[in-house]
DNA sequence: CCGACTATGGTTAGACG
DNA sequence: GCGTCTAACCATAGTCG
């Protein structure tokens, strides 16, 4: 007979980059799975048309696409084509083209802002909840992993702007290719281990 | 007073396309943020790149993608043919000059993000500490006043940064025009087999 | 290494304001 | 129509075979 706990079930993790490597690898698979399952149920049920292209840690892409990568991708980059294709040259058309795509990412990162704000904003209350009074009552270890979470969620839109930056600069600079001579290196050094505002002196 | 449940809670949904316009709506995008804070935490977590388009009901462009969606497009074409870009020069000086205007812009705001993020770092760092533990012997009421000015400088500087969005598009929209009001709606039978990629174990 | 299992964290359908 | 709440469903970290 055996009275002991066989698993802790699903625990809490940081989101940042995962350093065992094997571990990584069975994680990349699983949420992948998980993260293309998503994508195949939003599809059937929102009849939308929506591509998924990821690149492995080790650079392998994979890919999933309703009705297909191709489909989607191409009628992406098509639908700025055809909203210009009033308009005088080639050059111009892609070069407009490219400017209605960097519109789009600015949309696609407002989004993700907001949810990043509204995290964080509940954060901000809980923060300022613990500070005003009951703090010896609030579940302060569950909630700070949260805001731990909502804050290196907001930094990391912020590289994202700033990265788009320099996608936008880079368009203008060179009027036509659209090529990433930025860096493109997600060069956050967090530095989130960090107890040594206070020693812990128990 | 009501001892009634309020509630029944989720409940299992028919994987199919939902009918009612106005809860496909919703749904959408609901799963939608849903679909692109899954593959945020999926970069985090494993540090490889993805995008993300989908296309609404109403045949309006989505995306996610980190650290861009065209450096992941273009990488994922890369793989499979090796097209080249031809490169041309477009003369549109007057357009530049705009351009300069707004990148210009963005460098101003880049500072102030850059600004911004040393202080919310600084801030990230009293966070953890306090969730590890002994914070109960933090100096809270000061500490968090000042994270609480932090995250606030933080978010009114994103703001401004998707205030330049709308700057960027105003640009072009003299231009060309920018939003498209085709919306055929149409109805596609979606014929894609979701779950049979993955099998629901069990 | 891969699949199965389980407990738990996370997502979201439904209801309400 | 959007934000919030809640309960229930779903995804998955940790574990074992």
Redesign the pocket.
Known sequence: MSTK?????????DMVKIKNE??L???F???R???F??AS?FCS?TGSEAAIVVFSPGDKAYSFGCPGVSEVIEKYENETSHLVNSSSTVEEVHHRANIIRVNNEFEALQAQLDDAK?RSDKLAEIVEATSKRYWWQVPINELNI?QLECLKFAYDELDKKVQLRAIVAGLFTDSISFDNQNASGFGRANGLQSDKFFNNDE
């Open positions: 706990k066989l698993s802790k079930g699903r625990q809490k993790i094997s571990y690898q069975v994680t698979s699983k949420r799975a998980g993260l399952k998503k149920e049920l509204k949260e």
